[in-house]
């Protein structure tokens, strides 16, 4: 596991005042609904990421120049279910309380 430095402006202290800004960090979404694994595929580019844990879906867009593994290894739970990933490399991490309830877009359903 190899952290890589972020740009300036983009600390997890810059992240956590990104979120209380009250910048749209759902990419427009306004309501949160229900999303099959195949309109999860549909959000995998740097533009437009979403990425389920836990069956919570999030929108991670604004978050991929915080990340402090980088974009790349942000990109690589692009529009799928992260959770096994996610938990392999940092299962300690509070992913709710990271991405909170400003990135939360909706709810993984079969």
């Known amino acids: ?12 202290m810059d992240w956590g005042r990104l979120k209380s800004s009250g910048f749209d960090l759902r990419n427009g979404i306004t309501a949160l609904q229900r999303y099959t694994p195949s309109e999860v595929a549909q959000h995998n580019t740097k533009e437009d990421m979403w990425m389920a844990f836990q069956g919570k879906i ?17 990109m690589r739970g692009a529009g799928k279910d992260a959770t096994e990933l996610f938990m ?9 309380y990271i991405m ?11």
């Open 58 to 74: 999030y929108c991670c867009t604004h978050y991929l120049a915080y990340h402090p593994g980088g974009v790349g290894q942000l």
């Open 88 to 96: 392999k490399v940092h299962p300690w991490v509070n992913m709710d």
């Open 1 to 12: 596991r190899r952290k890589v430095p972020v740009g300036p402006g983009h600390s997890a």
């Open 100 to 110: 909170g309830d400003k990135c939360l877009v909706g709810y993984l359903i079969p």
